[in-house]
């Protein structure tokens, strides 16, 4: 019998009666294998054959490892039947670790020394034998086992437990905390708000006739990733041809694949976009706009200015009145599919586009179109830089003309000069030379006690200052009156009405005429011209001022103040925009332009007379301004021209401002030329010009002559 270390119940442990019962193994691992030793003291079945022939002094055997399996064995004669494994080796079957080797020899006799042999000396007589130590525990090699099903099925439904908690934490999030942005989203990308243009309103003359007007238009576009590279080159000839531009710009857009929208044509015919969209070539599309049409082509091209791309004003009228032009864009809302096509059967909103009003201005078509006409072939004609006509309405300020050479094309604006951007008339500032003097005399008559009959004895130069200043021509003495001295424009005779006023009488009155500052009209790029004060004049300025030379106005202010001598001393600020038209063609006058005196009618009325003598006068220099049937009066200028770019002065400006019929103002005309080439004189190139548009202009108001006589005027004193 068999303790539960394995170990024999005999008092040698190497007894006969080891291992289990009916010699069966216990289940137990397979010891390691290892080749059998023989033992001197053993027969080759295993079994002791008495003492251990060494004696016992011998050394205990060393340990040795169980066999993995027992090999067979011979049984020896006379020996037992034993276990396989040897009940001697005191080795438990069930163990697969080496057994511990008794530190004792045989007791009991020959029962147990032969099991394990006598390897340790045996205790001196008397002396009672110590007990055995117990045998180290055998090491077990690990064995890999299969853990219980349980805590399998239970680390696997944690895992699935904290993965379904991280999906229903996310579910909260998105149901419950953010459903509400994300509602949004979704709704946002489903519904398109789109933008309805609203169509701009027209620019329509004093009669109703449409300057500019909206048209229908398309906007030609390519998504360049829809296009392959293989594809571009015949896509890019196809457009080129059907939209009339060059295919290298096209063919660049199509290269741009980081885009989904690149334009390739704006304000195309909606005939011409369709034909192309039928073509249904992949990746170019259309998209409704409109467009600004001058029916009248450049007829009051930089008065009515021009549109940007977006359909603001950038200019003129345009940008002016952009507010009430334009009118309000509507919104329109759609559900969409993923591809961006409308969701049939679903909701949309739609808040209709407010049209934008109509601009109905002074300008009368047919004044326009001859005022255009003329300056243009005069600015051929003499080689000028350019030309401006201005005609108004003396009783109302009403701007009926205003025309500038060269002109601009409103379909082409973006390829314009700089300087054709502007109206000229209004943003062009020159020094106004003789046309000024009508300003020194108001003073002079006004302040200085100076009648058209007060004599002058003016020589052909004056001393002013450091400066000898000169009259356009070289003549002897002469006694003028001062009617003589504005007919025949002489400077010396000016400079000296000039001097009975002094500086600061000079530059009050061209202030009440309005230089210096805008005529009023509100229009862009409108320049107030440059009028020093008197304390900054030089030596030499106080006298030049005097006949228009150190200082600068534009065309429009040089209008106004002629407007104001023929309206008998009462300035009407310049009106360019004589009301709005709404949607029901209803009629709204704009406000009445301010009025203020600036001198006297009888004033007024004395230098209307003098400047009849200049067309009148056999010695006047605006002969060619002359009008059958019409009494005229205008004033000539000739100036030194200050070039900019050169940094001085440099060529002419020629000008020629009057008035008709002279005893009953009706209309006052301006023509300026930039430096003419061929020809300079005021009375030369600029008077003939006012001749061909102011008879046309009295031809259609239908502006009838007064049938009355010019009084004679004294040109030369008595001496």
Known sequence: MRDPGGRGSGPGRGGGASGPPGGRRPRSAPPRREPPRRDPGRDPGGRDSGRDPRGDSARPEPPRRQPPADPPRREGPGASRRDPAGSSRGGSPRDGSRTAAPRGGSR?????????????????????????????????????????????????????????????????????????????????????????????????????????????????????????????????????????????????????????????????????ASALISRKIRGVGSEPTYRRVYPDGKLAADLIGYVGQDGTGLGGIEAAWNSTLRGQDGRQSVEQGQKGHRIPMTRSSQQAAVPGTEVRLTVDRDIQWEAQRAISEQVAKTQARSGTVIVMDVRTGHVLALANAPGLDLEHWEKAPAESLSNRALAEVFEPGSTNKVITAAAAMETAGVRPETTFVVPDRYKCADRVLRDSHPHPVQHLTFAGVLATSSNVGTLQAAERVGKQGLYDFMRKFGFGRKTGLGFPGEAAGLLPKPETWSGSQ??????????????????????????????????????????????????????????SERTAREIARMLEGVTDSSEGTGAAARIPGYRIAGKTGTAQRYDSDRGGYHGYTASFAGFTPADDPRLVTLVVLQDPKKGYYGGDVAAPVFRDVTSFALKTRKIPPTGTAAPPLRIHAAR
């Open 542 to 599: 106080v006298c030049t001022v005097a006949f228009g030379q150190g200082v600068s106005v534009t065309a429009m202010q040089m209008a106004s103040v002629y407007q104001t001598i023929a309206n008998r001393g009462v300035r009407v600020e310049p009106q360019l925009v004589a009301g709005t038209v709404d949607g029901r063609k209803r009629f709204t006058p704009a406000p009445a332009a301010e009025r203020h005196r600036v001198i």
């Open 108 to 272: 009991g006799g020959g029962q147990g020394g032969g099991g394990q042999g006598g390897g340790r000396r045996t205790p001196p007589p008397g002396k009672a034998p110590k007990p055995p130590k117990p045998p180290r525990p055998p090491k077990r090699r690990p064995v890999l086992r299969l853990g219980s099903s349980h805590r399998r099925i239970n680390a696997g439904m944690l895992a699935m437990a904290f993965v379904l908690s991280l999906f229903a934490g996310r579910l909260v999030q998105l149901q419950g905390l953010d459903s509400k942005v994300y509602a949004d989203r979704a709704e946002r990308q489903r519904n398109t708000e789109a933008v309805v243009p609203a169509r701009r309103g027209t620019i329509s003359d004093a009669g109703g006739n449409v300057l500019a007007m909206t048209a229908d238009a398309r906007t030609i576009f390519v998504d360049p990733t829809m296009v392959s590279a293989d594809k571009r080159q015949a896509v890019a000839a196809l457009l080129s041809r059907a939209l009339n531009i060059p295919p290298g710009p096209i063919l660049e857009k199509l290269g741009r694949t980081e885009s989904q929208y690149q334009v390739v044509a704006r304000n195309v015919e909606p005939g011409v």
